[in-house]
């Protein structure tokens, strides 16, 4: 044991000269035995003068500090490059580290190339004490990231098959790049989507004969569900992870002694998306009929293949390559929404809420513009932070969108005190929390709608007295009168044509209603003809918009969607026809029926599927017809706010003092109005609008 002073590590003993433009850097000292206490170097540079060296990214774990590092004194120790550190008479201090951290620097103090690199690692470099220190440090993620020389992802010890894993993933690569349907240049800097190659190219023997290969490799690996447990890692759950991974243009997946470039994890995974089409592509059955050994081995397998998550990680890091950098909204959307894959969800996690902010900035390209600025001091409340957020990106951005991802309930946002006690939730109702499972809403397909014509991308914003209070200038449309049952998109459920004719009916029974409100004397008819109000009838239950294959995504149109839904109602109509002796001999049949088997109910049926949760209402005065989210409800108002190109549905309050209670509103959520998605009220918009304050 070594005889150095026993001191704990002081941060001012190296410190940043400016937190903001400096960083420290970590330098593992050689030892002749791996067992020996770990014996590194600490020293601070200007982040626009620093030597080559490598990042590491890690997943913290229990951040519960149960093992130490031993801290050599820069100017007395003899350099790391030499082996004979003088353990007995050098000035060492102790500087506390967690479990994973330790694993981690001694299995890379085993690599020679990294005993020689300058290290940055987030758990020493900065000093986590120091929440002023912290808030600059994350500004410098960024630079800090993609000026290393190198990203190396500690994933941790070989456990459950990761060496073979591994193995798997270098003689894919080595299958793919002898065929050399990929080019013969293995420097490449990204690979070609080896899915579109598989795809377009399926019945030539170049790809046919690759894939017997590479199916037989990882194939097994699936079904003992090895590569699953890699994947499930706690690395891929962590938030700051995503961009550590995806700054840097040459990253490194580090198991135990065993490391793989991150393309080369690409090029499997790129493997798991076609994997299913095995099963239900007939050009991919017809390609290897003659090899019935891969259509077996395929077989018994589940269709679900596809392990947990890369592709926020994968498609991120694609158009970071491609020079491309997507807003902080479209990130945040994109982690928030991606991640729910069935049985392999996997949640991203944090240690602080308000890391979901923070942890993306990095690859936001606005993140300058929106003037986000970490801050971790305790009088500062994870509300503050996400409504700051919301209002940079409506500010900065010019639209309400935003907006849509304000769902309910809210998640609480608050982290616990020292003591383990959470605040109370203050989150305004109109601020998204980016929890996960973040649902997109009704418009699922970008710029097909257009409510507020010309003023659909400029938000007309209000001064408020607290930046919990959003003002906006719009149009109020209506009053709902009455809400029906909200759609449940739910394949399993027992007698589901009888509930589909049941939502369908009152549908029906509220454009019976809507018909009356415009032949009783009020305003002209919110429909040009009697024939546009029946389309109402299947426009909303799909949000007027219409998938039908990759090709084709737009709004619904009659020729489209008439047939599929006329189909559906009536088989929904033959299945309720039949008598109870003849409905349980064709069970069977009849279950098939019922969750849309059937290529055309299952078409409508499917794009029904994007509205789960939503209800249709009508409108008091008007009788607009149209989708809310489950929780509207009569009395609540449907409005039009510069700044989108949907409308959204809002609930009178008169809590808040610096505002009148008549135009202050709780956010409820996002709508479909039939009739109007066009800018149909665009003149109105202009002549009428209003203040809304919402709270």
């Known amino acids: 044991m070594a005889t150095a002073k026993e001191d704990k590590v002081s941060y001012n003993s190296v410190p940043l000269l400016d937190a903001s433009t400096h960083v420290r850097l970590l330098e593992i000292c050689p030892v002749s035995d791996n067992e020996d206490e770990l014996y590194c170097k600490l020293y601070a540079a200007p982040i626009a003068d620093l030597p080559s060296y490598s990042a590491v990214s890690y997943a913290w774990g229990d951040n519960t500090k149960t093992h130490s590092i031993r801290i050599v004194d820069y100017d007395q120790a003899p350099t790391s490059t030499e082996e004979s550190l003088d353990k007995e008479n050098g000035h060492t201090c102790l500087l506390p580290i967690t479990s994973s951290l330790d694993t981690c620097l001694r299995q890379f103090r085993t690599y020679k190339e990294l005993r020689l690199t300058p290290l940055w690692i987030d758990q020493v470099c900065i000093n986590q004490d120091d929440d002023e220190e912290k808030s600059s440090q994350i500004q410098l993620m960024n630079q800090i990231y993609s000026s290393a020389k190198e990203v190396y992802v500690w994933l941790g010890l070989d456990s459950d098959g990761s060496d073979e894993v591994f193995q798997a993933f270098r003689q894919v690569a080595e299958c793919m790049w002898d065929s050399e349907l990929f080019g013969k240049d293995r420097a490449t800097k990204w690979f070609p989507a080896p899915r579109a190659i598989f795809d377009n190219r399926i019945d030539t023997p170049e790809v046919q004969e690759l894939l017997r290969k590479v199916v037989t490799i990882v194939v097994p690996l699936l ?96 158009s970071l390559k491609r020079g491309k950098r997507a807003s902080l909204r479209e990130v945040l959307v994109q982690v928030s929404t991606r991640l729910d894959l069935g049985d392999h969800r996997v949640d991203i996690l944090s240690t602080k809420f308000r890391d979901r902010v923070y942890g993306l900035l990095g690859l936001a390209a606005d993140a300058e513009e929106l003037d986000i600025r970490p801050d971790y001091s305790k009088s500062t409340t994870t509300a503050e932070v996400l409504t700051q957020t919301a209002r940079s990106i409506v500010r900065t951005e010019g639209s309400v969108s935003v907006l849509r991802f304000s769902q309910f309930p809210k998640h609480h946002v608050e982290d616990p005190d020292e003591a383990g006690h959470c605040q109370p939730e203050r989150l305004p109702s109109w601020v998204p929390d980016w929890a996960n499972g973040t649902q997109y809403s009704y418009q699922f397909l970008d710029n097909v709608f257009s409510a507020c014509g010309r003023f659909s991308s400029t938000a007309d914003l209000i001064p408020t007295s607290s930046p919990f209070i959003l003002g906006l200038r719009g149009l109020l449309i209506d009053k709902i009168e009455a809400v029906g049952l909200p759609w449940r998109a739910d394949w399993g459920l027992k007698a589901y044509h009888r509930y589909i004719l049941q939502y369908f009916a009152i549908i029906k029974d509220m454009k019976r209603r809507s018909a009356e409100k415009n032949s009783s004397g009020f305003d002209n008819d919110i429909y040009p003809d009697s024939s546009r109000r029946n389309q109402a009838l299947w426009r909303l239950a799909l949000g007027d918009c219409y998938v039908n294959g990759p090709q084709k995504r737009a709004r619904a149109t009659a020729d489209d969607v008439v047939p599929v839904f006329r189909e559906l109602i009536d088989h929904c109509n033959f299945c309720c026809s039949v008598d109870e002796k003849l409905e349980q001999q064709q069970q069977q049949q009849q279950q098939q029926s019922e969750t849309g088997n059937n290529d055309n109910n299952r078409s409508y049926l499917n794009n029904m599927m994007h509205m789960d949760g939503k209800r249709p209402y009508l409108t008091a005065q008007k009788g607009y017809l149209g989708m809310a989210p489950k929780h509207a409800q009569p009395g609540d108002v449907v409005v039009l706010l510069c700044g989108d190109s949907t409308p959204y549905v809002l609930r009178t309050t008169g809590h808040d003092n610096s505002t009148s209670s008549s135009n202050t509103y709780t956010f409820v959520g996002e709508a479909y109005c039939d009739g109007i998605m066009d800018g149909e009220l665009e003149g109105r918009l202009e002549r009428e609008r209003q203040e809304f304050f919402l709270v």
């Not at 003992?224 to 706690?234: D, F, S, V």
């Not at 493997?271 to 259509?295: C, G, M, V, Y």
């Not at 596809?306 to 694609?318: A, C, S, V």
């Open 223 to 318: 079904r003992e569900k090895k590569i699953l447990a890699w994947y499930k890692r706690t690395w891929f759950s962590r938030i700051w992870t995503i961009q550590e991974f995806c700054l840097n243009q040459y990253t490194f997946f580090v198991c135990g002694d065993r490391a793989v470039l991150d393309e080369v994890v690409l090029l499997v995974w790129e493997l798991f998306l076609i994997l299913p089409d095995f099963h239900r592509n007939t050009r991919f059955r017809n390609a290897f009929k003659d090899h019935p050994e891969i259509l077996s081995m395929m077989d018994s397998q589940p269709a679900s293949l596809l392990p947990p998550p890369m592709q926020h990680l994968f498609e991120t890091k694609g």
